[in-house]
């Protein structure tokens, strides 16, 4: 299993550029989540889904879209580009319905990250 | 959202002990994980605590008291390798899919 999976590792845009941001997943998590992680803030939810079709907003969505066509596949979208948005962005999928069993079950799996830059 | 606090940065010597806390609002609790992260990587998930006590993991354990909204990470006989940062992170209660990160802490391990 290759697990979470992002492309591109690195990304330069200007400001006002659309990009997409890939996550793809094979471990047939029904659950699958964005992250940016800035200096001295942690990560920080932007959106998430818990199945094809089902999406919703963490604590910081806005200038962010995703979609979930597929349980495999879940892009992030920037329409147009901010020089806030310059973070490291991360992917994380996990199993449903393993709430109550704690444990390694429960957790989030980490794609290796995106490092965008806005100009 | 949560507030949850965690020391910036802590610098331990090889083969001591080494404790990182973690404290957060009480309301809105349903789990908490705590993650390490070495520079350049993707987190990897370390333990995971619901209900208050130790749990003991090797070298790692996670302490939880609920009540005064407070989590301990005990990293045993440091090693290098251990050098990295550790996340801490709660799980909302209303909504099981909203995850809380603390900012992390830089752990130095030193010869």
């Known amino acids: 299993n290759a697990g979470v999976t992002q492309t591109p590792k690195f990304q330069v845009l200007k400001t006002g550029q659309s990009m997409t941001l890939q996550c793809a997943q094979d471990?047939?998590?029904?659950?699958m989540s964005w992250y940016r992680q800035d200096p001295g803030m942690g990560l920080r939810l932007i959106h998430y889904?818990?199945?094809?079709?089902?999406?919703d907003q963490g604590e910081v969505p806005n200038g962010y879209n995703v979609s979930r066509s597929t349980t495999e596949d879940f892009p992030l979208r920037l329409l147009s580009a901010a020089p806030s948005q310059t973070s490291v962005y991360f992917c994380?999928?996990?199993?449903?319905?393993?709430?109550?069993?704690?444990?390694?079950?429960?957790?989030?799996?980490f794609g290796p990250g995106t490092r965008l830059t806005v100009l | 959202g949560q507030n949850i606090d965690q020391p910036t940065e802590m610098t331990a010597t090889e083969g001591a002990i080494v404790q990182i806390n973690c404290t957060y609002q009480?309301?809105?609790?349903?789990?908490l994980f705590w993650y390490q992260q070495h520079a350049g990587e993707a987190p990897t998930f370390l333990s995971y605590?619901?209900?208050?006590g130790l749990e003991e993991k090797g070298r790692f354990s996670s302490f939880l008291s609920r009540s005064k909204g407070y989590s301990y990470l005990l990293l045993k006989e440091l090693q290098m390798k251990d050098s990295a940062s550790y996340l801490c992170?709660?799980?909302?209660?209303?909504?099981?899919?909203?995850?809380?990160f603390g900012s992390g802490t830089k752990l130095n391990v030193k010869p």
């Open positions: 994380a999928s996990r199993p449903l319905g393993l709430e109550l069993a704690g444990g390694i079950e429960d957790t989030q799996y």
């Open positions: 471990m047939n998590h029904e659950y």
């Open positions: 889904s818990v199945g094809a079709g089902i999406t």
């Open positions: 009480t309301s809105g609790f349903n789990g």
């Open positions: 605590n619901v209900l208050d």
């Open positions: 992170a709660v799980r909302g209660l209303y909504n099981f899919n909203k995850f809380y």
